[in-house]
């Protein structure tokens, strides 16, 4: 039954992320904005690899890092040049850790025992159970950048973690994605200190799987933070885009481009 549950749960990611060409038709349009053939782009949370697929069919190259084996071995099978697959979490520490699995819910698998804790209880995930463990191993950023080199854009969803994954992270990336929640804005607001800590950053969001910004001006940090305050626990999740300002971009790097709304 738990193998059978485990397959329902991958069938049923499939089907969300990949069952539905609308979705790959915006987020292409989003991503052919800032992306140029030759980019090096992580995904952290790869999943199914919706994200990573169409990075990677826009010419980028894609280190894919998801830790639950069954999603690995799925991107594996699908994988091409120009795609590599890490079986390893992202963390603020290279090791171990508990990854908590719902298998028939295995898009919100995660290493976080407190966001579980803080979202659980919310009408979104009452249906939800982290019915598995697995020990993966953990790796951070900054060591990725030294084996594969900077990237032009580092995409990250895993649930609860983003701000780990950020603490891990000792150099400003040009673009940065990350997931937020309005049942658990503090880690969104966490991600948005530790971004401004790092470098000179402006910001927009995205809903849900949406390709369009919601703001026509790039916002800073308060104002950003300011804008999720507002949020309700019955807003639509989204991803927070962070961007260097141009005076803060490496020289000789390319601007992101980045459609307005």
């Known amino acids: ?25 915006g987020l292409k349009k989003l991503y052919a904005s800032f992306l140029c053939p030759g980019d090096l782009i992580f995904d952290v949370g790869a999943h199914v690899g919706n994200r990573a697929r169409i990075a990677q069919k826009l010419g980028a190259r894609v280190v894919a890092l998801e830790p639950q084996p069954l999603f690995a071995a799925f991107l594996r099978r699908g994988a091409r040049n120009g795609l590599e697959v890490v079986e390893k979490a ?3 520490a290279a090791g171990h850790a508990t990854l908590r699995i719902s298998r028939l819910h295995p898009t919100v698998s ?15 995930f009452s249906a939800v159970i982290w019915d598995a463990e697995a020990e993966v191993e953990v790796t951070t950023l ?27 992270l000792s150099q ?19 991600c948005l200190d530790r971004l401004a800590a790092l470098g000179d950053y402006e910001f927009n969001r ?7 910004f919601r703001s026509e001006e790039w916002l800073s940090r308060e104002a950003m933070a300011l804008e999720l305050s507002l949020l309700d626990e019955t ?10 300002r141009r005076s803060a971009r490496r020289p000789g790097s390319a601007p992101a481009r980045l459609i307005s709304p």
């Open 1 to 25: 039954m738990t193998a059978l549950s485990a397959r329902l749960g991958l069938l049923r990611s499939i089907a969300m992320y990949h069952g539905q060409p609308w979705r790959k038709r």
């Open 90 to 92: 992202v963390g603020a």
């Open 110 to 124: 995660t290493l976080s025992a407190g966001w579980i804790g803080t979202v659980g209880g919310t009408k979104g």
């Open 142 to 168: 900054d060591a990725l950048i030294v084996e594969y080199g900077m990237p032009a854009f580092c995409k990250i969803d895993v649930e609860g973690l983003e701000a780990e994954i950020l603490d891990g």
């Open 172 to 190: 400003p990336v040009e673009l940065v994605a990350f997931e937020y929640l309005p049942a658990a804005l503090d880690v969104a607001q966490a």
């Open 206 to 212: 995205v809903e849900g799987e949406g390709w369009r």
């Open 235 to 244: 807003d639509r999740s989204g991803d927070i885009y962070a961007r260097l």
